[in-house]
């Protein structure tokens, strides 16, 4: 069964370094977005991605973070200088043709910014 | 906006019992209800979901109950398992809006006594 995969799944890294986190998407989806879940709380929205280009965002998404789609397979989130509190467990999920379509999560990158 | 409350917080059940798990929202635009299980160290995946054209919807031991006048929803998991034990979120939302994001409710840890 095709599923969402990330790398990796867990990265360390100093206050104020960049990180990219990967994800390669289900092969025929469209629809690609970042969610993220601080320890012992629930997932929340960061941002949708398609058509290579943000269809939208949530608050949390400020301008350190970036998202990508570099290549046709691959789609990254980027946070450019990590704060303490950007320490998180960030899922990648994907859906097909249609906004709607039931969304695959990927088993998540765990971040702990140090 | 989207206020959604999910309850309990935590819920222990014995092997075999019946698992009851509530959500109550204000928008009454949404229309569709799905429920989500999450496993330690994975994302979240669809587990079932209903459409308010139905009061109930019944996928092996799951259930939903829908009250669209009270607006509540409820999964219930019959013969609880072991293998149950999940973190549960309820996510409605206004399916065919713009908006195809997913808004978690807080979640329900649910453990399954041997």
């Known amino acids: 069964e095709p599923e969402v995969t990330q790398t990796p799944s867990h990265q360390v890294t100093q206050m104020g370094q960049e990180v990219i986190l990967r994800c390669v998407p289900i092969s025929n989806h469209l629809y690609f977005y970042w969610y993220r879940q601080i320890l012992g709380q629930k997932v929340e929205f960061l941002v949708s991605f398609y058509n290579n280009e943000i269809s939208e965002k949530s608050e949390i998404f400020d301008d350190q973070f970036s998202v990508e789609r570099p290549d046709g397979s691959n789609f990254t989130l980027k946070i450019r200088s990590t704060k303490l509190e950007d320490s998180a467990m960030y899922f990648c999920a994907s859906s097909g043709g249609l906004p709607e379509d039931t969304q695959y999560f990927g088993p998540g990158t765990r971040l702990t910014v140090l | 906006q989207q206020q959604v409350k999910q309850s309990p917080q935590s819920l222990i059940v014995q092997k075999g019992g019946i698992s009851i798990i509530n959500c109550a929202y204000e928008n009454t635009a949404f229309d569709y209800f799905p429920w989500y299980q999450q496993f330690p160290g994975k994302g979240p995946a669809l587990l079932i979901a209903?459409?308010?054209?139905?009061s109930e919807k019944k996928e092996g031991r799951f259930t939903i109950s829908f009250n669209k006048s009270a607006k509540q929803f409820s999964l219930h998991i019959m013969d609880s398992q072991p293998g149950d034990s999940a973190t549960y979120f309820c996510?409605?939302?206004?399916?065919?809006?713009?908006?195809?994001?997913?808004?978690f409710g807080s979640g329900t840890r649910l453990s399954i006594r041997p």
């Open positions: 209903i459409r308010p054209d139905v």
């Open positions: 996510a409605p939302r206004s399916q065919y809006s713009s908006a195809s994001k997913i808004i």
